[in-house]
């Protein structure tokens, strides 16, 4: 197959990053914005020696499964891509998404995956990343497959004080009498639709929002969170009591561990149940936030550490017996060295909160190969309208 090739294709299936996947005489495609048992008109954008990529030209035969876009922007922003498909299709393909990782990666057969789907399906982020194109003054996402910015005017996913926001922060870099010095901005909403941005030059812009970042907070199964744009927090706080009762649940005992804590979403549950938590956190304002939450809810018994996780564990800390360990690494997933050290510590509960199936699948393996056993895998539908999926993974000793 050539690039600019256009070919009749079925759509098997979807697989992880969000592919349709088609096999034709001439090779294996993987389709952007595909629909399982979709006939259709493809057009090859890429091609290599094992797998060709494409985009749909032309719907031939729909999937009973597809559905209109809500979107006017979806195709051409970046940030959905999964809005072609009813809801219920959606949190199938990240249940096969995740089991397709887990069994070619982590070596795993997954038969009973369950996932947990988030009670609302639009208007649920409370956080967004926007970027800015500075020449030609707008502000959005990154456009499908580039880093050109598609201007949108609306948002169907963004809580609507967002999306109020973004629409301010367009008007008024189109209005500022020169450019704006800022290429992308971090942007969060409180309970109370209270914006926070960053960075700092954004308040700038936007007097109307008070000085920035700004404090805003989350009260989330009980626990209220203070955090800023500066912070991770994360964006569907609609399902998040519900994830933390995955991942804490009725765990016991005198000393927990919660690494890649941000602002101590786990942290304060923890320290409801264990005699001592120890939350390490690199960000400096989310080390800030998690010490003054743990202090307003009375959590004495945390104990924060400034610190990369490796750095700290590097320090060999001396810290006794671990009950239990709780890892929310970024999207890349665990250094080699930061699980060969979390073996040495032994902990006799890990579990692994992760955002991409594919690195969670790579560090859940190395995990087994070093003495833990799989005992439960539940999936949360962080984020509907694409394909990402939060997975919570519990290994025992």
């Known amino acids: 197959m050539r690039v600019g090739d256009e070919l009749e294709a079925k759509i098997e299936k979807i697989v992880p990053g969000g592919w349709g996947l088609a096999h034709v005489p001439d090779g294996t495609l993987l389709v952007t914005l595909a629909a399982p048992d979709d006939v259709a008109l493809v057009k090859v954008e890429r091609a290599t020696s094992r797998v060709s990529f494409a985009s749909v030209a032309q719907i031939i035969d729909p999937s009973p499964v597809r559905v209109a876009a809500r979107c006017p922007f979806f195709g051409t922003c970046g940030g959905c891509d999964f809005q072609q498909l009813r809801y219920d299709a959606q949190l199938a393909a990240k249940v096969e998404i995740v089991r397709d990782c887990l ?14 789907a988030s009670p609302v399906e639009w208007r649920y982020r409370t956080r967004a990343e926007w970027q800015v194109d500075r020449e030609d003054r707008q502000v959005g996402y990154f456009k499908c497959g580039s880093h050109s910015v598609v201007e949108i005017g609306e948002c169907p996913v963004l809580v609507p004080p967002l999306e109020e926001a973004l629409l301010a922060l367009r008007a008024a870099i189109k209005e500022s009498a020169k450019a704006p010095a800022i290429r992308s901005v971090s942007v969060a909403a409180g309970d109370d639709g209270s914006i926070s941005f960053a960075p700092r030059a954004v308040g700038q812009l936007l007097p109307r929002y008070g000085q920035q970042p700004r404090e805003i907070s989350r009260t989330i199964a009980g626990n209220q969170y203070r955090f800023d744009a500066e912070c991770f927090f994360q964006v569907n706080a609609h399902i998040l009591d519900l994830l933390i009762e995955e991942a804490v649940g009725e765990a016991r005992g005198r000393t927990a561990l919660d690494l890649y804590c941000g602002v101590g979403l786990f942290t304060l549950p923890l ?111 962080m984020f509907p309208q694409t394909h990402h999926v939060e997975t919570v993974v519990h290994l025992v000793r």
């Not at 069994?103 to 947990?116: F, G, K, M, S």
């Not at 909160?353 to 799989?374: E, S």
């Open 103 to 116: 069994r070619r990666i982590a070596h795993i057969e997954a038969d009973e995956l369950q996932i947990v």
């Open 271 to 381: 320290a409801k149940r264990f005699e001592r938590v120890i939350a390490v956190e690199e960000n400096r304002a989310a080390c800030r936030y998690l010490s003054r939450n743990a202090e307003e809810a009375g959590a004495k018994n945390v104990e924060v550490r400034r610190s990369s996780v490796l750095a700290w564990l590097r320090s060999g800390p001396m810290i006794g017996p671990v009950d239990f360990a709780l890892l929310d690494p970024p999207r890349v997933g665990l250094e080699s060295e930061t699980i060969k050290r979390m073996l040495s510590l032994a902990a006799s509960h890990l579990v692994y909160v992760g955002c991409d199936p594919a690195t969670m699948a790579r560090d859940v393996r190395k995990f087994i190969l070093g003495g833990y056993r799989l005992h439960r895998v539940r999936l949360f539908d």
